[in-house]
């Protein structure tokens, strides 16, 4: 067991500032005690900045397209490396202001079931509406080689064994030339497993992702609407896909991750249990 005492939360908004004020009241309100929250502005409009901002990302090419998720975390961390905060905590969760979670102290909990796992990289919630959920009735956790990537807790000695030794923005832990994320989740999970680390997802903290918002006010968000952006998504990636590893498909990264999963358990027969 190792304890993670001290976790970072950051909340990524882009012109909803109702809703990230709203997520941050959740987290302070239950897990104010373990858990520092910092909001980061990713090219925001002045009159829609979140109350609680902690840092603006207000550089041109940031107010016209935003950070999304990999840039914005990448810029979290830099951030907090910056100010000489990352060594203040365990742990560091990444969450899109449209996360819902369905349980009070979720960040306490998130924390704990990491301390209980020593192996862990990444940990997440799961969703009612995911497949995932169905193969978490019994045992409450599992070890996955593919997570959906709007809310994760990082384990810090993780993301020292995999960041940029020249980390910015762009690099620190995710490939923010992938600006979309098409395939992020995957590659970051087979860094996970690739140094033997684990990555899994827990139902004992219930989240959802309010989709609604993308639908219904992309113009306040200043994106796209969902469809063009699920078609930029795809089309974007799978090119940087083809580009850095040589895939055709999904379905070859998945199996490349798979088998730095099932290299694990061979290395780690201890957690076997937890596979698939």
Not at 142 to 160: D, S, V
Not at 197 to 213: F, P, R
Not at 250 to 266: A, G, I, N, P, T
Request: glycine share 4%; net charge negative.
């Amino acid at each position: 067991m190792t304890d993670i005492t001290k976790v970072a939360t950051i909340i990524l908004n882009r012109n909803l500032p109702h809703v990230t004020d709203k997520l941050y009241s959740y987290i302070k309100e239950y897990d104010s005690h373990i858990s520092d929250i910092f909001v980061i502005e990713s090219g925001s409009d002045s009159n829609n900045l979140s109350k609680n901002v902690t840092w603006h990302a207000d550089w041109d090419e940031v107010k016209l397209k935003g950070l999304r998720y990999s840039r914005g975390i990448n810029y979290g961390l830099s951030k907090l490396t910056e100010e000489s905060k990352f060594e203040n905590y365990d742990a560091f969760l990444f969450l899109t202001n449209d996360t819902e979670f369905e349980n009070s102290h979720s960040v306490t909990k998130l924390a704990e079931i990491m301390g209980k796992h020593p192996k862990l990289g990444i940990l997440s919630p799961c969703s009612k509406r995911w497949g995932e959920y169905l193969l978490l009735k019994e045992k409450k956790i599992k070890y996955f080689w593919y997570i959906h990537n709007n809310a994760y807790m990082f384990r810090k000695n993780f993301i020292l064994d995999v960041m940029h030794s020249k980390p910015n923005y762009m690099n620190y832990l995710f490939d923010g030339s992938n600006f979309r994320g098409y395939g992020s989740e995957m590659e970051i999970i087979a860094k996970c497993y690739s140094n033997d680390w684990a990555a899994a997802i827990t139902s004992e903290v219930l989240v959802n992702e309010n989709e609604t918002y993308l639908l219904k006010q992309s113009d306040l968000i200043k994106t796209d609407s969902y469809e063009e952006n699920m078609r930029l998504y795809l089309a974007e990636g799978k090119e940087w896909m083809k580009n850095k590893y040589g895939f055709d498909s999904k379905w070859s990264m998945q199996m490349y991750v798979k088998l730095f999963y099932d290299r694990f358990f061979e290395f780690y027969p201890e957690y076997i249990e937890y596979k698939i």
